[in-house]
């Protein structure tokens, strides 16, 4: 029997998130809705429900490490005929189980075996090396032989070439080596480095060669069978016991669930999401070779982002602040250090993505790494002055002192570039992002009537982003005693404000502008973007209510939660990827906003949307965005098709808005712990945090909603002031 090699697989383009080439071919989008995802560390794999990685497939699927796929196929099958599935979940993260059985087949002897009497139970298991465990169960009252089909294939892609790049040539695939019990696909890269894929048998197959092996299997009544499968990437390590490898990457888990705050409350449901997300968290941790980070999101971006570390590390603060300061060690030593117009970079810019692939390698990409992001570097101040307040950790601030002069440096040169008084940008680089704010693709920023704004484009939010990092370094300068600088700070915060509360108000619309365009012009299509500004604080009491309560119109709110762009806008599309779809942080900062505004009831509004669509997910899991359509009767969202889930933001997003919640504003420097407008939903009639970190102190606090009253008592405070307080503090 000769099984079919899937050749270098097809190329998909993905959504436009990261959408780096200024010309190509039309998108083809894959579907993943369904696919099933494991990962732990910087290894992930990405199936169909069978627990396959089928030939000729385009929807990326595989098994990948360092953006380079070492798994093209994966294919188990009865030879032609394909098991049908009764379960496939990766509920786990790092785990996954298939359960599957055979539909009405016919075996080599001849006999017919009836639908639904061969059990095949799949187990999946992924660390260092991928483990597999495949039982076969006879049901039938008669001895069966059946032959399992295992395909399999390495192509060695850069996930780049996934995205519709178009490679003059590639590396080598070196013939396979293979023997009774293993087989072993190889590829020199062009940039010198020999990536392998080593694959294993637990017993000889009846069959084997470069493209599959053929397993005969012989099973009495109600006879089980198993077989075992490791594929090991690179440095090919000695095989690791299934069990003993799902035993010691749950213990991770749990030991990582045990090093964050404790919260419980009286509604289980809520107590499963919340535990979803700090799973999450958990599983998107990468140790790179710069330092640990949070990876954005598998499957696409299971990379190092700036923006995207930076923003999970605020969401996180309350929760395990470890996070934040991984992630500003990390991007402090990638910091822009020269100017270098592929890269999008520059003295003192925090970067927008790093990948370590053999095309960025090569510099056929800019991503090694890539600096197009505007907004990385003053969320870079942000979290470093909130991380403060969080744990009083004045050693890790003045050790990134000179990064932070760096950062403040890059902000301070590139605001009024081109004329204007805003931090604005404009690509340079020829494979560069179009726009190089969170919404970035290329036709995310869009003017009242549709058009696309034109660069250089100041986007509203990041005026928000520098605002507050002026005020955020001033508190640390007068820390470190240099109040002079903090003054001057302070001076610019204020002027910036009075500023953008004029020039990005519209008037007729009774919000502000997503941007501000070339010559100034607004861009004045109604959008999330100045929802994230009451977050920051830019905005103005005066125009706040208007901007809360435009928010919540229908056009804006889909009852799942806030549109991206307004339904009403001529750019609107409920699966745009930023054009009316709804992102799960985009709605956490902004409840945030809410919170700090004292829009309570509309944070409650708005945290219900995201509870809600939270229950509604597989296993309670937030993907990275989904679509805007308007909330119906059967009270389910609809899926965006191509969703990383896993995301790291979407994660997040439960947890910042819990924080927003209980209204938990620390002061780690006066050993305080400010409690502000604590209003629990309907939904959660009782809290309790233990071991919340203030500084080097925790304090226990429980919450009781009574009567449409919140309550909140001290358990232990060791050491932690705990002040309730009406306003949020300037």
Known sequence: MRLEANGHGQSIRLPERDELFSQGEAVTVADIRDAIVIKEGGLFMMANAEGNLPPGEDQGYGLYKGDTRYL??????????RPTVLLSTAELGFSSEHHLTNPPMTVASGREIPKETLEIMRRRVIDKSLHETVQITNFNVFPVTVHLRLEFAADFLDIFEFRGEKRPRRGNLLPPLVDETRVLFSYEGLDGVLRKTAFRFSQRPENVSEHGALFAITLGHRESQSLSFTVAVDDDPADEPIDEAFESLDQAHRNWLASCTQVSTDNEFFNAILQRSLDDIRLLSVAGEDGDFIAAGTPWFSSLFGRDSLITSFQMLAFNPEIARDSLRVLARLQGSKVDDWRDEEPGKILHERRVGEMAALGEIPMSPYYGSVDATPLFLMLAAEYLSWTGDLELVRELEPNLMMALDWIENRVGWGGGRYLTYAKRSTKGLQNQGWKDSRDGIVNGDGTLARAPIALAEVQG?????????????????????????????????????????????GYFAMALGADGEQASAISSNPGQCLWTGIVDGKHAGSVATRMFANDMFSGWGIRTLSSGSARYNPLGYHLGSIWPHDNSLIGMGLKRHGFEQELEELATAMYDSSRAFDYYRLPELFSGAPRTAHGVPVRYPVACRPQAWAAGTIPLLLQAILGLVPDATKNELRIVRPRLPHWLGEVEIRGLRVGDSTVDLAYSRRGGRTRVSVIADRGVKVVRARNWPK
């Open 72 to 81: 093209s196929v994966y294919d188990l099958s009865f030879g032609d005929v």
């Open 465 to 509: 982003y520098v605002y507050a990092a002026y005020l955020g370094l001033a508190r640390i300068q007068a820390l470190l005693g240099n109040g002079e600088l903090g003054t001057q700070l302070r001076r610019k915060a204020a002027a910036l404000k009075e500023a953008f509360n004029a020039d990005y108000w519209v008037q007729e619309e």
